[in-house]
């Protein structure tokens, strides 16, 4: 494990080029060879509210990073059950570098997507990180050649590190009617402003900030339609020869959206057990209730971890113009569900962990703030994906615009 010094930036820095991972066992070894120095730096990556350089090193050099990078591009191919397996892992010991870690890795498949030219152009530095924003504001404007930018992105994980960005956009062309064309667009990290502002409860380390853009011009060749990434047809998709980069994306894309909560359930779960065992000596009432609540969490862990990995087995490699659109929703559902299950197991028993567990440096309380941050995403709201999902089981119509459909 490198060590670096904490204001470089490991994407310039390295000189090495990432492991390329041959299996999923390796892969899961790798992770957990890392949990135990990535406990070690919880409180910095909580005070910095980014990650550490070092945690951003190990992650690159270890190749976690690329197991949805195309093997062309240097990359392991492994596909989103690994993404899963390998976040779970990180989450559990550190839950800021597990989500940041989910996000990174995810966005390799997305930026295979890309038309090859611009692919030969991000993975011409093989340690190349994209980070994104969902959740942008300001003015679209087509032009020659392209698109300008001037607004602003909103929880744009781990962009401290980034080189690349991608941005959802609604682009309205004049004379068009009807709802806005969502696209993808791809920025240089010179191109953005971050706006330190990532003050939190939970998550700390995440350094989820604001981006502000001023007037960039997007070339055509840096951007794609969302329908297109979604839709299996994207440019870049016939580039490599692994059936995922023509999969829908709520099975590759969004695949471990829940990852990071099932980590943290995992993490609180290692250390309920602690305590339990600390206590078995002592079995009275009030030890029975937490250890009938102990095995109810774990159970409903290990249910909706194995939803999450269905979900992929079944649909991360079909071509998606074969796959039904409620498919998709309902991939993004289980996601939704197996995040707030954690959320809610885990809830069940913080409960019972009593005051100690109010104390700053109970790894209780760490743990239960950052399961409930990490289920606040709103790609993981119940109530939100749960009315998309019925709406589409009973074909009733959707608001204009709204992301679900894929055409």
């Not at 998550?203 to 979604?230: Q, W, Y």
């Not at 009275?284 to 087995?313: C, F």
Request: glycine share 8%.
């Amino acid at each position: 494990m490198t060590s670096i010094a904490v204001d470089q930036r490991p994407v310039y820095e390295l000189e090495t080029r990432p492991a390329v991972l041959t299996s999923y066992d390796e892969a899961i070894e790798r992770a957990r060879a890392l949990k135990q120095i990535l406990r070690e730096r919880v409180a910095e990556t909580e005070q910095l509210r980014r990650l550490p350089a070092a945690n951003v090193a190990d992650l690159l050099e270890s190749g976690m990073y690329g197991l949805m990078t195309p093997k062309r591009f240097g990359g392991s191919e492994l596909g989103p059950e690994a993404m899963i397996d390998v976040t779970i892992e990180l989450a559990s010991a550190c839950p800021s570098t597990g989500w940041v870690h989910m996000l990174w890795t995810a966005h390799m498949w997305m930026l295979a997507l890309f038309p090859p030219e611009t692919q030969e152009e991000l993975w011409s530095n093989p340690n190349t990180l994209a980070s994104s924003v969902v959740n942008t504001t300001g003015h679209f404007v087509p032009v020659d050649g392209g698109y300008r930018w001037t607004g602003r992105g909103f929880f744009s994980s781990g962009v401290d590190h980034c080189n690349w960005l991608t941005a959802l956009a609604p682009i309205r062309r004049e004379g068009v009617d009807g709802p806005p064309e969502l696209r993808w667009l791809l920025l240089p990290r010179e191109d953005i402003e971050i706006v330190d502002d990532w003050f939190t409860i939970g998550l700390k380390g995440t350094g989820s900030k604001t981006i502000v853009v001023n007037d960039a011009f997007i070339p055509e060749r840096r951007t794609m339609t969302f329908a297109d990434a979604d839709g299996g047809r994207a440019p870049g998709s016939q580039l490599h020869a692994h059936p995922m980069y023509c999969g829908i994306s709520s099975a590759n894309f969004t695949a471990a959206m829940a990852a990071p909560a099932l980590g943290v359930a995992r993490g609180f779960l290692e250390a309920f057990q602690e305590r339990l065992q600390s206590k078995s000596n002592n079995i009275d009432d009030g030890l029975t209730v937490n250890l009938a609540r102990y095995a109810e969490a774990s159970a409903l862990v290990d249910a909706v971890h194995a939803l999450t990995l269905q979900d992929a087995q079944r649909w991360a490699r079909v071509p998606a113009w074969e796959v039904a659109q409620e498919v998709g929703v309902k991939c993004r559902l289980d996601q939704a569900f197996t995040a707030q299950t954690a959320r809610k197991a885990i809830n069940k028993l913080y409960e019972e962990c009593g005051g100690s567990a109010l104390f700053e440096t109970s790894d209780f309380q760490r743990l239960w703030r950052d399961v409930n941050a990490a289920a606040a995403h709103r790609g993981l709201a119940w109530d939100w994906n749960a009315v998309g999902w019925t709406k589409t089981r009973l074909n009733i119509p959707t608001v204009p615009g709204f992301t679900f459909s894929r055409t």
